[in-house]
T-cell receptor, first 109, second 112 residues
Framework: GIQVEQSPPDLILQEGANSTLRCNFS?????LQWFHQNPWGQLINLFY???GTKQNGRLSATTVATERYSLLYISSSQTTDSGVYFC???????????FGKGTHLIIQP | DTEVTQTPKHLVMGMTNKKSLKCEQH?????MYWYKQKAKKPPELMFV???????INESVPSRFSPECPNSSLLNLHLHALQPEDSALYLC???????????FGNGTRLTVT
């Protein structure tokens, strides 16, 4: 099946810092999404971004499908940004989303 | 608040019990999903229903039995589970199968 690698696995930052999270995938995809799982386990969809660039407030994402990677940018981090960020991809329409192992982000006050 | 509602929030069951997890959405989505998440691991896909038909079954043991009674409801029937089945069970929905996924808050299941 398709492989999804996320980096870094862990990241500790001070409040106000900026960060870039990376997702590499092993094959062309028709579906790529970024999620944030908060410490209580709730999974929130951040972006549906199989290609191109999107922005939502302090967060933005870019997917370069031809080079098989996606980046999630977080600017001016807040403590509420803490949690695990997952990238998930779908190779073919009938496969369902495959999740990467995630980046565990801790924002310290 | 999430628009995908899962009940119960927590469930403790013995290995001989039969229980059901329930999921409901009223966003008019036609694809619904069950994921399983173990501690400190990513969610793993179990089942996908598209237009109320089972479209993906990721080789899940038969002690897990999904059911989609209508386009708004998704159930997961549990029978004769093992302690290693203890996990967070997440329901999700999307407008169609390739579209943004919306998750419920999950049911935390403990099998004793």
């Amino acid at each position: 099946g398709i492989q999804v690698e996320q980096s870094p696995p862990d990241l500790i930052l001070q409040e106000g810092a900026n960060s870039t999270l990376r997702c590499n995938f092993s094959d062309s995809v028709n579906n790529l999404q970024w999620f944030h799982q908060n410490p209580w386990g709730q999974l929130i969809n951040l972006f549906y971004i199989p290609s191109g660039t999107k922005q939502n407030g302090r967060l933005s994402a870019t997917t370069v499908a031809t080079e098989r990677y996606s980046l999630l940018y977080i600017s001016s981090s807040q403590t509420t940004d803490s949690g695990v960020y997952f990238c998930a991809v779908e190779y073919r329409s009938a496969d369902g989303l495959t999740f990467g192992k995630g980046t565990h982000l801790i924002i310290q006050p | 608040d999430t628009e995908v509602t899962q009940t119960p929030k927590h469930l403790v069951m013995g290995m001989t019990n039969k229980k059901s997890l329930k999921c409901e959405q009223h966003m008019g989505h036609r694809a619904m999903y069950w994921y399983k998440q173990k501690a400190k691991k990513p969610p793993e896909l179990m089942f996908v229903y598209s237009y109320e038909k089972l479209s993906i079954n990721e080789s899940v043991p038969s002690r897990f039995s999904p059911e989609c009674p209508n386009s708004s409801l998704l159930n997961l029937h549990l029978h004769a589970l093992q302690p290693e089945d203890s996990a967070l069970y997440l329901c999700a929905s999307s407008q169609v199968q390739v579209a943004p996924l919306h998750f419920g808050n999950g049911t935390r299941l403990t099998v004793t």
